[in-house]
């Protein structure tokens, strides 16, 4: 199982960090949009960066990648199909793929999530799953380049995932979406209980996460589209019959953008 150390970043980022079983003085970085906390972490617990893995080009999960580079030249695993908006990049993985630092002991197969941007991958090992903005703890990313097929598509296959295994989102989103999820199901008590689990960790300032897939299950909306109280939900907003789980999927994703 990973030893993951969370660094906060922007407003509301999460920076992973992986100790690598090999070398506990090592760490890979996930998504790191801001240098400055990846190396203040680095300098506060010992450690020194052994590698990147990039989940999807946005700036806010890349900027950092250059001045990383310029003190740790490490390799950078990034997804081939946004190669051309990411820079620094040594390697280049998609669906089927494995991302692996062997030095570190680390390795991780590469899931094609595609929806919030065209080329969005997740990296799954170690007992958990490392998922960009593809997939939020009781939410999912906004559909910036992708369709409500290919998210679906996507959310499918991370909801295939071992119920055990760790969910690490890059954005600390989890009461909001708990908010809307309320409202789509109000009558799903585990949304509830863990509403208010969230909102005690959240006034201690600990992270929400990670999740796990089997809580994903119990409280996302969007993993929920064959639930028959999701359907209704979804139907009512749209105020007609919806054809299909992408279409509901379509209608909360837009419901949930004006939430």
Not at 165 to 185: D, G, M
Request: glycine residues 6%; charged residues 20%.
């Amino acid at each position: 199982m990973l030893d993951v150390l969370p660094v906060r970043a922007f407003r509301d980022n999460y920076i992973w960090l992986l100790r690598a079983p090999a070398d506990a003085s090592q760490v890979v970085a996930v998504d790191p949009g801001d240098a400055a906390p990846v190396l203040a972490a680095l300098d506060d617990h010992g450690l020194r960066l052994g590698g990147i893995l990039i989940t999807h080009h946005h700036w806010d999960h890349t900027n950092g990648i250059e001045a990383l580079l310029a003190k740790f030249p490490v390799p950078v695993i990034a997804p081939a199909d946004e190669q051309q908006r990411i820079t620094g990049y040594t390697e280049l993985v998609r669906q089927g793929d494995t991302a692996a630092f062997p030095a570190l002991g680390l390795k991780f197969d590469v899931l094609d999530v595609r929806g919030h941007t065209a080329g969005h991958v997740a990296y799954v090992g170690h007992g958990a799953v490392l998922c960009g903005d593809a997939l939020f703890s009781a939410g999912c990313g906004r559909l910036f380049e992708g369709t409500p097929a290919q998210m679906r598509a996507s959310l499918e296959a991370l909801a295939a995932l071992p119920g055990d295994t760790r969910v690490y989102c890059t954005h600390e989103y989890t009461q909001s979406n708990l908010a809307f999820a309320a409202v789509v199901e109000p009558d799903n008590e585990a949304i509830a209980s863990h509403a208010e689990h969230v909102a005690a960790l959240r006034r201690a300032d600990k992270p929400s996460l990670p999740s796990t897939i089997a809580l994903e299950r119990q409280i996302n909306p969007f993993l929920r589209c064959n639930e028959p109280a999701v359907r209704r939900a979804a139907e009512s907003q749209a105020n007609t019959a919806l054809a299909d789980t992408t279409a509901v999927l379509a209608e909360i994703r837009r419901w949930k953008d004006h939430f």
